[in-house]
C-alpha cells in the first residue's frame, strides 16, 4: 500500500504542474456543460416536460455533472502505455520491481485526484448560477458517489490499459483508439443518458462496461438510484473493473513474451 500510496501521489504531482491547461479545460468543459444542459433541457421540455424519468432541472444536472467528471475518469483515453510498446521502453518498465498495472493505475488515481477539483468544480458552480442543481440533501448518496467515481476511474483506466496493450500484436492504433473512444463516449453515457437510449442501444451499453464509466457514477451521486439499488450499481462496477483488470494483467503477459526490444 505504501508503493501504491508513493504512485498515487507522484501521479498527483505530475498533474499538477499543469494549471494553465487544467484551467483551460475548466473553461471548456463549463461552456460544453452551458451547450448541453441547454440541449437536455430543450429535449425533455419537447418530450412534455419528462423524459425517462428526468425533468428539466435534473437533466440539467445530468449534464453539469458529466461534464465536471469527463476529465477525472478520463473517457477521452490516453497511449502512453501505446508509445513505450512501439519504442521498446516498456521493457524497463518489465525491469522494475514494481507490477506496471499496479503502477500506471496508481499513477491514473493520483492524475484523477488533482482533475476532480479545478476541472470538476467550475463546471457545477456554473450549473449552480445558471441553471440549478438538483441534488440530494442526504450525505449518504455522496459518500457511495464518492466511492462510486473512483471506481468508474478505474474502470475507464483498465478499458483503456487493455486498448494500449493492443500494441503488442498492432503497428497502428488509431483505428482501435478510435472506435474505442467512439463506444466510450456514446455507451458510457457521455452525449445522452444511457436511460434515454431505445431498447436495443440499452441492451448493448448494459453488457458493455462503458456506463459503470460513467453513468452509474452520476446515477448514484444524483440520487437517481438509492438504497440497495446503489448498492448493485456499485457492485455491477466492481465486477467489471475486476474483469477488466485480470483480462489485462494476463493479457500485458501475453505479449511480454513475445516482445523483441533491439539495442544494447
Keep these: 500500500m505504501r508503493v501504491f500510496a ?38 425533455i421540455g419537447a418530450a412534455g416536460g419528462t423524459l425517462a424519468g428526468y425533468h428539466a432541472a435534473s437533466g440539467a444536472t445530468y449534464a453539469w455533472m458529466v461534464q465536471a467528471l469527463v476529465a477525472p475518469l478520463n473517457l477521452f483515453g ?33 492524475r484523477a485526484a488533482y482533475s476532480l477539483i479545478p476541472r470538476g468544480a ?12 438538483a441534488l ?10 464518492l466511492l462510486s467515481v473512483v471506481v468508474g476511474v478505474c474502470v475507464s483506466f483498465a478499458g483503456w490499459w487493455l486498448v494500449n496493450l493492443a500494441a503488442f ?25 444511457v436511460h434515454w437510449f431505445p431498447d436495443w442501444l440499452g441492451v448493448l451499453a448494459a453488457w458493455s462496461p462503458f456506463p459503470s464509466m460513467l ?13 440497495l439499488a446503489a448498492l448493485q450499481t456499485v457492485g455491477v462496477q466492481l465486477a467489471w473493473l475486476f474483469g477488466l483488470l485480470l483480462s489485462g494483467r494476463l493479457l500485458f503477459r501475453l505479449g511480454a513474451r513475445r516482445l523483441v526490444v533491439q539495442g544494447g
Design 78 to 110: 490516453w497511449a502512453d502505455l501505446a508509445e513505450r510498446i512501439r519504442t521498446g521502453d516498456v521493457a524497463v518498465a518489465l525491469a522494475r520491481p514494481v507490477d506496471p498495472q499496479f503502477a500506471y493505475l496508481a499513477a491514473d488515481l493520483g
Design 169 to 193: 500484436w498492432l503497428l497502428d492504433l488509431r483505428g482501435p483508439r478510435t472506435l474505442y473512444m467512439v463506444a466510450c463516449q456514446v455507451l458510457s453515457g457521455l452525449i445522452i443518458p
Design 6 to 43: 508513493a504512485f498515487t501521489a507522484m501521479g498527483f504531482r505530475r498533474w499538477s504542474t499543469y494549471r494553465l491547461a487544467a484551467a483551460a479545460g475548466a473553461f471548456t468543459n463549463t461552456v460544453f456543460g452551458l451547450i448541453k444542459a441547454s440541449i437536455t433541457m430543450a429535449a
Design 215 to 227: 453513468q452509474a457514477p452520476v446515477d448514484v451521486i444524483t440520487a437517481r438510484v438509492e438504497g
Design 122 to 133: 467550475p463546471p457545477l458552480l456554473a450549473g449552480a448560477l445558471v441553471t440549478g442543481l
Design 136 to 145: 440530494p440533501l442526504e450525505p449518504l448518496p455522496y459518500m457511495l458517489g
